[in-house]
Nanobody
Framework: QAQLVESGGGLVQPGGSLRLSCAAP????????MSWYRQAPGLERELVAR????????NYADSVKGRFTISRDNAKNTLYLQMNSLKPEDTAVYYC?????????WGQGTPVTVSS
């Protein structure tokens, strides 16, 4: 079972920034499409951003376009999410996801709270 470990969440004021990381030390990281999802209280989990295995293509939810940037370092087996101009509606638990055909892995999540 591959292990995905998120970090970097916390409490931030509106307009602030956070950088999330997802380490995948036991995964054949470079072949996986990697994504960030989030789940706010009472809502379904939603896709935030996705990046192809070589990092050549990304896509974002409309709600975060222009504010969030997904990236990866295949040499370090690590996925990142740079979050700028944070809004209270970005408050959620953020999950790292790895997918290679039918192989799907999830991290345990890291909470992000945007509040003054």
């Amino acid at each position: 079972q591959a292990q995905l470990v998120e970090s970097g969440g916390g409490l931030v004021q509106p307009g602030g920034s956070l950088r999330l990381s997802c380490a995948a030390p036991t995964l054949a990281f470079s072949i996986y499409v990697m994504s960030w999802y989030r789940q706010a209280p009472g809502l379904e989990r939603e896709l935030v951003a996705r990046i192809t295995s070589n990092g050549g293509s990304t896509n974002y939810a409309d709600s975060v376009k222009g504010r969030f940037t997904i990236s990866r370092d295949n040499a370090k087996n690590t996925l990142y999410l740079q979050m700028n101009s944070l809004k209270p509606e970005d408050t959620a638990v953020y999950y790292c996801n790895a997918q290679y055909y039918s192989r799907v892995y999830w991290g345990q999540g890291t909470p992000v709270t945007v509040s003054s």
